[in-house]
């Protein structure tokens, strides 16, 4: 059973444009929410992070929005450039178990020079 | 400052042979884990460790054991592979005291 669900699988955006990968989670005890991005032949690398009790966490061009109503938090990176294609992914964790994180399928991203 | 060390990076197996993938970190972190990714499915946990000499289970930890008898170290073993077990394999570590997880550059494994 997949407690975080990401979409889309793919995404194909133009240099300059913006990306938005969306993702929606189950369990209201998730207190942490990363974004892993992972180059081909390397392993995941923390991008950005936020907690619930805020709406948005900005860092330089990603930015994530949270919606803890709906349960859903998303991507947004502005002025996409080749050097973006990669493969992202969301991620939660609670405090409580080990920080173990539970990650979605993964958005390959390429960015179109 | 080498990080998380992954060996080895590739590996064909036969069904039914065994082997053990090595995960070694130099940055003193308490906790490591072992992940597997497949295509669509994301990063799965297989086992984790809080601290040398503890391991748990994760989401997928049948055909699988694991030993953190060392603090830098963590091992996974596939103690009689299956074709099902042909997968990308992750070990991460991190601090006690933070989130962060640091990956390894990943285990490719075939089972045949």
């Known amino acids: 059973q997949q407690q975080v669900k990401q979409s889309p699988q793919s995404l194909i955006v133009q240099k300059g444009g913006i990306s938005i990968i969306n993702c929606a989670y189950e369990?209201?005890?998730?207190?942490?929410f990363p974004w892993y991005q992972q180059f081909p032949g390397k392993g995941p690398a923390l991008l950005i992070a936020?907690?619930?009790?805020?709406s948005e966490k900005k860092e330089g061009r990603f930015t994530i929005s949270f919606n803890k109503s709906a349960k859903q938090f998303s991507l947004h990176i502005m002025d996409s450039q080749p050097g973006d294609s990669a493969t992202y992914f969301c991620?939660?964790?609670?405090?409580?178990?080990?920080?173990?994180?539970?990650f979605g399928e993964g958005t390959q991203l390429t960015v179109n020079p | 400052n080498a990080g998380v060390t992954q060996t080895p990076k590739f590996r064909v197996l036969k069904t039914g042979q065994s082997m053990t993938l090595l995960c070694a970190q130099d940055?003193?972190?308490?906790?490591m884990y072992w992940y597997r990714q497949d295509p669509g499915m994301g990063l799965r946990l297989i086992h984790y460790?809080?601290?040398?000499?503890?391991?748990a289970k994760g989401e997928v930890p049948d055909g699988y054991n694991v030993s953190r008898l060392k603090k830098q170290n963590f091992l996974l073993g596939l103690e009689s592979a299956a074709p099902s077990q042909t997968s990308v394999y992750f070990c991460?570590?991190?601090?006690?005291?933070?989130?962060?997880?640091?990956f390894g550059a990943g285990s490719r494994l075939t089972v045949l």
């Open positions: 991460a570590s991190k601090s006690s005291g933070a989130n962060v997880l640091t």
């Open positions: 369990n209201t005890a998730f207190d942490y």
């Open positions: 936020i907690r619930p009790d805020v």
């Open positions: 991620a939660a964790s609670m405090e409580t178990s080990g920080s173990r994180l539970t």
């Open positions: 940055m003193n972190h308490e906790y």
């Open positions: 460790s809080v601290g040398e000499g503890t391991t």
